[in-house]
């Protein structure tokens, strides 16, 4: 079975560009969290859907992130204009409720490099 | 607010000997308690979990951890180091189920 696809592995753009990330979660699964990893920061829970609605998104930096979820199989993290400071790797995470918890499976991520 | 404080950021060990990651966590309620590990350039994997029941909880390549809620630990170990278990090790806790806050991350190194 599939494990949680993110496009593209790597991606490496100019400042002031769009960068758009992608997410294909586990079949079946009804939750889905978009991460950022960086050294400073360590790892920080930006937004997370149930049945592709978003249900917080405190975790946002600020307006120029957005994330989609169109439907149950896909869903976009959409950086413009993209800065330095916004390089980290993203990872995109999906889970089944359980009734009491969720384990959430990670993607391998995608390691945004913004020059 | 939940909170978790992995002590170490780096943790060196030689093959063989004990593996000691600590871990404590601030949660107002009985908490849902995870570790994962994160190998280089890949995403993170779930070791084991507390939910409820048994406090000492065993999960894969050898790994057990004990939460220990008068010391408000969830400390992971694993009696023999393995090369193959250098990596970065996170551990999170979580009151409300769908969401998990990490720890800053322990950076595990096994000497040969």
């Known amino acids: 079975d599939a494990g949680v696809i993110q496009s593209p592995r790597h991606e490496v753009t100019e400042m002031g560009q769009e960068v758009t990330l992608r997410c294909k979660p586990i079949s079946g699964h009804d939750y889905l969290f978009w991460y950022r990893q960086t050294m400073m920061r360590g790892l920080e829970l930006l937004i997370y859907?149930?049945?592709?609605?978003?249900?917080?998104d405190s975790g946002m930096p600020e307006d120029r992130f957005s994330a989609k979820m169109p439907n149950a199989s896909f869903s976009t993290l959409k950086i413009q204009p993209s800065e330095p400071r916004d390089s980290a790797v993203y990872f995109c995470a999906s889970s089944l409720w359980a009734g009491t918890y969720n384990e959430q499976f990670f993607g391998p991520g995608t390691r945004l490099t913004v020059l | 607010a939940q909170s978790v404080t992995q002590l170490g950021s780096h943790v060196s060990v030689s093959e063989g000997a004990l593996v000691l990651l600590r871990c404590n966590y601030s949660?107002?309620?009985?908490?849902?308690l995870f570790w994962y590990v994160q190998y280089p350039n890949q995403g993170l994997q779930l070791l084991l979990k507390y939910t409820t029941g048994a406090t000492l909880v065993k999960g894969i390549n050898g790994f057990e951890a004990e939460f220990k809620k008068s010391e408000t630990s969830f400390h992971l170990t694993k009696p023999s180091a393995h090369m193959s278990d250098a990596a970065e090790y996170f551990c999170a806790v979580s009151e409300i189920a769908q969401k998990l806050v990490f720890g800053q991350g322990t950076r595990l190194t096994i000497n040969p």
């Open positions: 949660s107002s309620v009985p908490p849902y």
């Open positions: 859907f149930n049945n592709n609605v978003p249900i917080d």
